[in-house]
T-cell receptor, first 116, second 113 residues
Framework: DAMVIQNPRYQVTQFGKPVTLSCSQT?????MYWYQQKSSQAPKLLFH???????NEADTPDNFQSRRPNTSFCFLDIRSPGLGDAAMYLC???????????????FGPGTRLTVL | QQQVKQSPQSLIVQKGGISIINCAYE??????FPWYQQFPGKGPALLIA?????SEKKEGRFTISFNKSAKQFSLHIMDSQPGDSATYFC????????????FGGGTRLMVKP
């Protein structure tokens, strides 16, 4: 029944040590999103893929990169994590059908990143 | 400006009471307004959503009221239960702009037994 799967659920890294978070989906959705959510805040969109087309939010730091090798998988790479990057990272998917006005986003359970 | 303002930030309701969360938006191009429910340690899950061509939508104990002229919408939880204790986010998107969600700041709801 799992639809959007994120691994690992908890990740601890050291300041400046690169880390990769992964997301997979069984929904065959065209669009995949990465959000950052800090404590008691709303999710903040970092970037999204529409199929293979990568779309970066204007205020997403260069420290954050993403890869989508195929429809099912998407990765978030943090090249040099800082203390301020400690957060919950949420992956979401949506169908992305053209002209569809109610394109529901389905979220994964998130990966909680701790930076020491 | 793409902003959604949500209030209150936190809410305490007795079991059986009505929980009301309000959101206001500025961009009249928004045409889809979902509400998400998030439990601690989990990702947000779609609860209920509305389009601006209707003024109210009800699903079980959850109702969205929508006031297009005031650019406001609200979530009502009837007969609130302790299991409803969670953080609720309103959101808005523009259908032909990739459905990017603009989230409100969230409301932490606690329903006391």
């Amino acid at each position: 029944d799992a639809m959007v799967i994120q691994n690992p659920r908890y990740q601890v890294t050291q300041f400046g040590k690169p880390v990769t978070l992964s997301c997979s989906q069984t929904l065959n959705h065209n669009v995949m999103y990465w959000y950052q959510q800090k404590s008691s805040q709303a999710p903040k969109l970092l970037f999204h893929y529409y199929d293979k087309d990568f779309n970066n939010e204007a205020d997403t730091p260069d420290n954050f990169q993403s890869r989508r090798p195929n429809t099912s998988f998407c990765f978030l790479d943090i090249r040099s994590p800082g203390l301020g990057d400690a957060a919950m990272y949420l992956c979401a998917t949506s169908r992305g059908m053209a002209g569809r006005k109610t394109d529901t986003q389905y979220f994964g359970p998130g990966t909680r990143l701790t930076v020491l | 400006q793409q902003q959604v303002k949500q209030s209150p930030q936190s809410l305490i309701v007795q079991k059986g009471g009505i929980s009301i969360i309000n959101c206001a938006y500025e961009n009249t191009a928004f045409d889809y307004f979902p509400w998400y429910q998030q439990f601690p340690g989990k990702g947000p899950a779609l609860l209920i959503a509305i389009r601006p061509d209707v003024s109210e939508k009800k699903e079980g104990r959850f109702t969205i009221s929508f006031n297009k002229s005031a650019k406001q919408f609200s979530l009502h939880i009837m007969d609130s239960q302790p299991g409803d204790s969670a953080t609720y986010f309103c959101a808005a998107s523009i259908g032909n702009a990739g459905n990017m969600l603009t989230f409100g700041g969230g409301t932490r709801l606690m329903v006391k037994p």
